[in-house]
């Protein structure tokens, strides 16, 4: 079983449409989460980080469940330009990244 | 946040050489990264980087395979040695800043081919 497991899409949603992702984490002494973005052929950029008190940044929103070791990110409102791939990532300590394989968004006009 | 500067973009290099790339940042930072990401995969952490210390390596990567150098707090070198087509990939240097904790900051990559 892979420590950070996400849905690989592809998400196929029109312009405007709300869409969620999900990722499960199996190191329950995982410290930090974060959503990043990634760009064909780009490198990844911080999305955004992810509290158990829930993040929201804009049309973007995170939440985590330790409970569960689950984390989540809702889009609303999608944007043609929102088109990329989701790498959910923990930071399981010592400053040690472990990246999901990502979840593809495709968003049509 | 940090601006990084990694080079080269991009090589196709003949199977037996080495590819040293770099990686400049324009401010002093604790740790540096280096990751690769094969093609359809996610990032795997090679090793950490830090300053005046040996580099820590992860499981299944070595460092006679995957020297790194780490001269000062805001530069790095990794090299991918006796290279193979397995070795075609994605290399990306990352760092840590210090006093941050909300992520971290990659640069635009070495996009690697072994012939």
């Known amino acids: 079983r892979k420590e950070v497991e996400q849905d690989p899409g592809p998400f196929n949603v029109p312009e405007g449409a709300t869409v969620a992702f999900n990722c499960t984490y199996s190191?329950?002494?995982?410290?930090?989460f974060f959503w990043y973005r990634q760009d064909c052929r780009k490198e990844p950029k911080l999305l955004m980080s992810?509290?158990?008190s829930g993040n929201e940044d804009g049309r973007f929103t995170a939440q985590l469940n330790r409970a569960s070791q689950y984390i989540s990110l809702l889009i609303r409102d999608s944007k043609l330009s929102d088109s990329a791939t989701y790498l959910c990532v923990v930071n399981r300590g010592f400053q040690k990244l472990v990246f999901g394989t990502g979840t593809r968004l495709l968003v049509s006009p | 946040s940090a601006v990084i500067s990694q080079k080269p973009s991009r090589d196709i290099c003949q199977r037996g050489t080495s590819l040293t790339i770099q990686c400049q940042v324009d401010?002093?930072?604790?740790?540096m990264f280096w990751y690769r990401q094969q093609p359809g995969q996610s990032l795997t952490l090679i090793a950490t980087a830090n300053q005046g210390s040996e580099a820590t390596y992860e499981s299944g990567f070595v460092i006679d395979k995957f020297p790194i150098s780490r001269p000062n707090l805001t530069f790095s070198t990794l090299t991918v040695s006796n290279m193979s087509p397995e070795d075609s990939s994605i290399y990306l240097c990352s760092v840590e800043e210090a006093g941050r904790s909300d992520g971290y900051t990659f640069g635009s990559g070495t996009r690697l081919t072994v012939v």
């Open positions: 190191n329950s002494a995982s410290q930090s």
């Open positions: 401010s002093q930072v604790t740790m």
């Open positions: 992810v509290y158990s």
